[in-house]
T-cell receptor, first 111, second 114 residues
Framework: GENVEQHPSTLSVQEGDSAVIKCTYS??????FPWYKQELGKGPQLIID?????GEKKDQRIAVTLNKTAKHFSLHITETQPEDSAVYFC??????????FGKGNQVVVIP | EAGVAQSPRYKIIEKRQSVAFWCNPI?????LYWYQQILGQGPKLLIQ????????DSQLPKDRFSAERLKGVDSTLKIQPAKLEDSAVYLC????????????FGEGSRLTVL
């Protein structure tokens, strides 16, 4: 099945700086790559996603890039704000149509 | 629009006891998922329903876990007997059709097995 790995596990950034989280996946048949944000005590919430026929997608301060050849994709958050502090999960939908999640990245925005 | 509802939010039991979690998905969503999230890890799919049929239960420990979605709407996940390693948050999610796009998660049910 699909195996998704995230790096780094924890990321601290100064407010206003950019944050980048990288994920790698193993299944070359994967075609859908969402990013979820999870705040303490809540369920994950989709913040952005990208499909395999697109290399980059942007939504305000958030962007995702996909490199199918290298089998990795990244989340970019610009102009970070305190409310961006959360755990971020990447995921990939593999050939078995199952969404596999990474272990998550704790992002801490320092005011 | 109401979100995915789960109950109970918290449950503490002793090992070998049983527990049940309930989920009511977003109205009109055909697909319902149960995920297990162990502390410090990402959600792991336990079972996926399409309407009231099981699509994927390959990662469900069937000797102790069971789930049903009898009328294609709400669902129950049961653990019997519970083990210490079952301590986790059990997340329910729903989506329109299970093949495209967003999963909507509930807030989860946190289980502690002592």
């Amino acid at each position: 099945g699909e195996n998704v790995e995230q790096h780094p596990s924890t990321l601290s950034v100064q407010e206003g700086d950019s944050a980048v989280i990288k994920c790698t996946y193993s299944d070359s048949a994967s075609n859908y790559f969402p990013w979820y944000k999870q705040e303490l005590g809540k369920g994950p919430q989709l913040i952005i996603d990208i499909r395999s026929n697109v290399g980059e997608k942007k939504d305000q301060r958030i962007a995702v890039t996909l490199n199918k050849t290298a089998k990795h994709f990244s989340l970019h958050i610009t102009e970070t704000q305190p409310e961006d502090s959360a755990v971020y999960f990447c995921a990939a939908r593999g050939g078995n149509n199952r969404l596999a999640f990474g272990k998550g990245n704790q992002v801490v925005v320092i005011p | 629009e109401a979100g995915v509802a789960q109950s109970p939010r918290y449950k503490i039991i002793e090992k070998r006891q049983s527990v049940a979690f309930w989920c009511n998905p977003i109205s009109g969503h055909a697909t319902l998922y149960w995920y297990q999230q162990i502390l410090g890890q990402g959600p792991k799919l336990l079972i996926q329903f399409q309407n009231n049929g099981v699509v994927d239960d390959s990662q469900l420990p069937k000797d102790r876990f069971s789930a049903e979605r009898l009328k294609g709407v709400d669902s129950t996940l049961k653990i019997q007997p519970a083990k210490l390693e079952d301590s986790a948050v059990y997340l329910c999610a729903s989506s329109l059709d299970g093949y495209t796009g967003e999963l909507f998660f509930g807030e989860g049910s946190r289980l502690t097995v002592l």
